[in-house]
C-alpha cells in the first residue's frame, strides 16, 4: 500500500475502532442506568438509547474496525497471521464481533431485559486489550508467513 494511502486507512481504521470502544462505554452508562434506577421512565429511555446504539453505532463500528484492521493488515508487512499481536487482535476481535452480534440479534427480537451488563463489561475489557496489544505491538512472530 503507498505510505499516503496507507496513513489514511490506519486514521480510519483509529477512529473506528477507538470509536466502538467509545460507543460500549456509552452504552455501559446507559445499562447500568438500567440495572440501578427505580425510575421506569428513566429506565424504558435507557433501553431505547441501548437498542438505538447498538443498531446504529456499535454493531456498524465493529464491522467496520474488523474490515479495516484485515485491510491493514494485508496491504502492510505486518500480515494478517506474521505477529502473534494482529493475530490474537483478529480473534479476539472476532470474537467480540460474534458476541455482539449474538446480544444484537436478542435485542432486535425484543429480549432486552438490562441482564447485558456482563457483555458491557466484558466487552469493554476485550477492546481495551485489542487497543493496548495495537500500540504496543510486541514483538513476537508466529510460524506462518502469511
Ligand atoms: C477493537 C479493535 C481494534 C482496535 C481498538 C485497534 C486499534 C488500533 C490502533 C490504535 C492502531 C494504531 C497503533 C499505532 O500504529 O501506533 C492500530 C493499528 C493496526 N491495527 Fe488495529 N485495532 C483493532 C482491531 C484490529 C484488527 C482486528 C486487526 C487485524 C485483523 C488490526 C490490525 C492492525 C494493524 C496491522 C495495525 C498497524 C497498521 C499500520 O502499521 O499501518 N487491528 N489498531
Redesign the pocket.
Known sequence: MPPTL?KL??AL??AV??G??GAVAAYLVLDLTVAASQDAANVQAALTGMRLLVGYLIVPLALA??AT??I??LG?P?G?ARHWW?LI??LL?LL?TAVLLLQASHISQGHLQGHTLLHSIGGLVV?LV??GL??L?PPGRTPWDF
Open positions: 496507507r486507512m490506519l481504521h483509529i475502532s477507538v466502538w470502544l474496525a474488523l484492521g484485515v491493514q493488515s502492510t505486518w494478517l494482529v487482535s483478529l476481535t467480540a477492546l485489542i487497543t495495537n500500540v505491538k
